[in-house]
Antibody, heavy 121, light 108 residues
Framework: QVQLVESGGGGVQPGRSLRLSCAAS????????IHWVRQAPGKGLEWVAV????????FYADSVRGRFTISRDNSKNTVYLQMNSLRREDMAIYYC??????????????WGQGTMVTVSS | SYVLTQPPSVSVVPGWTARITCGGN??????VQWYQQKPGQAPVLVIY???DRPSGIPERFSGSNSGNTATLTISRVEAGDEADYYC???????????FGTGTEVTVL
């Protein structure tokens, strides 16, 4: 089955850390760029980070740069998002999504179901 | 930073046409994607590269892009089209991806 499955979400206090995982199956994972996109409760979509097919290129939204780190392990068909120094405004559903590595403007043609991150004291 | 502006809401009678705009500086020079998101679900791609449709998306969904405005058009609207819709582009200047503010489509 072709899919992306996120995990690792949960409740955490402000200032603490959390690592999300995005596991892929059913397609040639190492050929695809992977993104993290989040959605705060009742709000719109916000792009968070992207990693190239081979992990050599990474970019971050200004709101998370320096606190979040994206990485991938192509041997495990998994992308990670290490989130440090979490803030209340990071509370959201986090989706991973894939895009073709052919072009930077390629669409996000598959999304996971999302994992919820709650930041509260 | 690059901003994409959408109307917060659009209401349409079943069988009529809904048009959702996405405004951005020189957006006509970029490739625009559109995503549909129903409550409690992940987004789904409905239009890519301005006007292409993924397999499985009805022909009733179409897109255009010129100047400072991209448009998603839903013809012969059905109750099942009720959802939030987001436009999206890649902003090359910053190597960032940008989503529009989102439009809630209500079928009356």
């Amino acid at each position: 089955q072709v899919q992306l499955v996120e995990s690792g979400g949960g409740g955490v206090q402000p200032g603490r850390s959390l690592r999300l995982s995005c596991a892929a199956s059913g397609f040639t994972f190492r050929s695809y760029t992977i993104h993290w996109v989040r959605q705060a409760p009742g709000k719109g979509l916000e792009w968070v980070a992207v990693i190239s097919y081979d992990g050599s290129s990474k970019f971050y939204a200004d709101s998370v740069r320096g606190r979040f780190t994206i990485s991938r392990d192509n041997s495990k068909n998994t992308v990670y998002l290490q989130m440090n120094s979490l803030r209340r405004e990071d509370m959201a559903i986090y989706y991973c999504a894939r895009s073709s590595s052919y072009s930077r403007s390629s669409p996000f043609d598959m999304w996971g179901q999302g994992t919820m991150v709650t930041v509260s004291s | 930073s690059y901003v994409l502006t959408q109307p917060p809401s659009v209401s349409v009678v079943p069988g009529w046409t809904a048009r959702i705009t996405c405004g951005g500086n020189d957006i006509g020079t970029k490739s625009v994607q559109w995503y549909q998101q129903k409550p409690g679900q992940a987004p789904v791609l409905v239009i890519y590269y301005d006007s292409d449709r993924p397999s499985g998306i009805p022909e009733r969904f179409s897109g255009s892009n010129s100047g400072n405005t991209a448009t998603l058009t839903i013809s012969r609207v059905e109750a099942g089209d009720e959802a939030d819709y987001y436009c999206q582009v890649w902003h090359s200047n910053s190597d960032h991806y940008v989503f529009g503010t989102g439009t809630e489509v209500t079928v009356l």
